[in-house]
């Protein structure tokens, strides 16, 4: 199988001569890991086009707390003069220069946080064309919980680490009667205001501000009392310019207006240091009540962030493989905690959906992208932190309560997802409570499901063709192939709820839409396509063609066409059978990756396979369904050796992390085994690359993977057992592990082609194997 397994041999991450001690996972976890884009060619097909920097993972190196609103972290890129990689990141690894540090929540992607906080000794000047700094690489350091960098033009160094509510920045300056501070807010502006000699307060009254969970209003308290201040602020109709167009003034306490700001001035001696504190609020009083519960002692504070993480990622243990397969594998397992988002913890006043102030009774969660981490990190949550996503349910059904839908994102009604899954894991809920939502999200025509009408009306949703069928092809429309696929998939989630429910009418309904996917095959071509409003098959077609939302969503025909995890058997059936199915996916994972348009975050390919979104990560899996699981065995490993830190700077990631989900295919595909569906209770075995994983799950019981002969050559499952028991399912459920067990799996260095290879032992699906 030369397309799957390549020359895994040789390859850096598949080392055999490690150390065999377990790994204390909060040493070995490196932030940075994310930062950087992959840089062999042959791995990023044509992207990026031209005059755009090349995704990276889109992680930031920043010190926060597991699922923590609050970030410290570094900004590197300027952003209040564009998104260079289409969303608001603050950090690329690559970028020499850094413009300031933030200290908020910033939404998604921490890179609308306010205000910006920048340490400059001597000449500064007014944002956007912010005072930048080179800095040191190579002295450049994050873990858990903390960040530092040397600034080399300042001859300053930054160290950040955070509370639950609180971001710490300590600045050791040099000797030098100018070492500045400089806090503002971005190009929205607002109101900032220098209160005594000590504090900057101030409220972001733009869009970005609203939309900040923690608030608009920050309090930034100094360590020392200032030598000097003063404000400033874009001059008014001029918002975008610098020099030449600013308004400026020493000793003014309060300015509003387009990137209002204030500068601090301190005298300092070399290696004096001015720590800073900043927390957020609602309000001003609610930004000071947090900033007075926090810890002032920064080495305390990172000492507690350190062992929170700890105290999480040593929940799994490791032992053998090589250093950077240790080092990727808790950073992407640091990374996974990134979402959701914890808003409120139990006890505590927070602002809900609908702009009221309530107390939260339980810890409240902020939405989960379900369309990202709802394929893969929900159920990492799941087995690590039951309590924590009994919470995450709570609060989405509580935002559902308050804006009288579920929450989605993108294409798909993914929540349901999370609460069928869960309910198969034996996670206790008000799982009727969420079925109302779950249900009116799926009926409802004015609720978030798009072109419901059409989807229940026709059992699939059209695109249309635009004037000139371009080419490249048309990047706008309905994906409408891809809506339909996602739909079924949720629908069959829906169908298992309400089953359970004892809703048997509603069962039938919802099952017979799942069976929606086969409306959207093309027979004649051998893929899921698009149609028009009259049904008629979308041509010109080519299945190699990223149609960004043209029938596809973020990705081609070839990666849609596996887009049908609840009913693997059933598409394979469509395929024509085992052999049709398994030779479909050889091409798939052969075939060159040449389209005309670009899909920005499709990289990280194996043939047409893209690993840098989320469409088809799953598609390595399905040769458990067909027969031929030693192929999943040889492509997980590849996959892990290759698309992850295999550049220069070994911070390398495929196309974007999105919030956990793409580092947590690595964490669940490094320890052995994934979920192809997370409605189900079921997971894939793959190819584990280290010898023992011992996983300490959220309900106490430890689950042991044990990888007999493992090794860079010996990547194939030879035979198996579960509890001492021969095992010859490429799969196991939940319940084979709830209450702890021992998986032992025997490697070896050729394929045991008859290993989970009986149609008996394949893993269940809506229908009955077609063949």
Sequence with gaps: MAFALGNIASLHAQGGGAPRSATQGVDEANPLVGT???DRRELIGNAPPPGEPLYSGITSPGARLPHSAVEAAPVNVNLDLGYPTGVPTPYYYANPTMIGFTGGGGSTYGGRAEPMVMPVAGDW?????????YYDKKGETASPGYYKVDLDSFHTRVELTATQRTSLMRFTFPASRRSNVIVNLRRQGGDVEVVGDRTVRGVATGRRGREDADGAWFVAEFSR??????????IPGHEGWGIGDKDVEAGRRSVSGSYAGAYVTFDTQAGEQVLVRIAHGHSAAEAEQRLRAGDEDFDRVRAQARAAWAKLLGRVEVTGGTPEQRRLFYSTLYHAFASPRLVARKGERFTDGNG???????DRYGPVPFWDTGRNQIVLLMLLEPQVVQDIMRSELDMARERGYMNTSFHGDHAVLLYDGAWRRGI???????YAYLRKNATDPRGPRDY?????RNGWIADVVPPGDPSPPYAGGKAGVATTLEYAWDDHALADVARRLGRADDARMFLRRAANYRNVFDPSVGFMRGKTADGQWIAPFDPGEPYYNFMMKEASGWSTL???????????GLLGGRDAFNAKLDAFFSTPYRPKGICRDCTGLIGQYVQGNQPDQHAPYLYAWSGQPWKTQALVRRILAELYGSDASGYGFPGMDDQGSTSSWYVLSAMGFYPVDPSTPDYILGSPIFDRVRLRMGNGKVFEIVARNNSAKNVYIQSATLNGKPWSKPWFSHADIADGATLVLTMGPEPNEAWGADPADAPPSMSAEGR
Excluded: K
Excluded at 125 to 133: G, I, N
Excluded at 356 to 362: F, L, N, Y
Excluded at 452 to 456: K, P, Q, R, V, W
């Design 36 to 38: 950087a884009p992959l």
């Design 125 to 133: 000047t007014v944002p956007p064309a912010y005072a930048q700094s």
């Design 225 to 234: 009392p200032f030598a000097g201040f003063g404000t400033f602020r874009a």
């Design 356 to 362: 009221q102030v309530r107390v939260a009774e339980h």
């Design 428 to 434: 206790p809920f008000d799982y009727a409570a969420a």
């Design 452 to 456: 419901l009408d059409e989807y229940a």
């Design 562 to 572: 596996w887009l049908v995890p609840h009913d693997v058997r059933g598409l394979l």
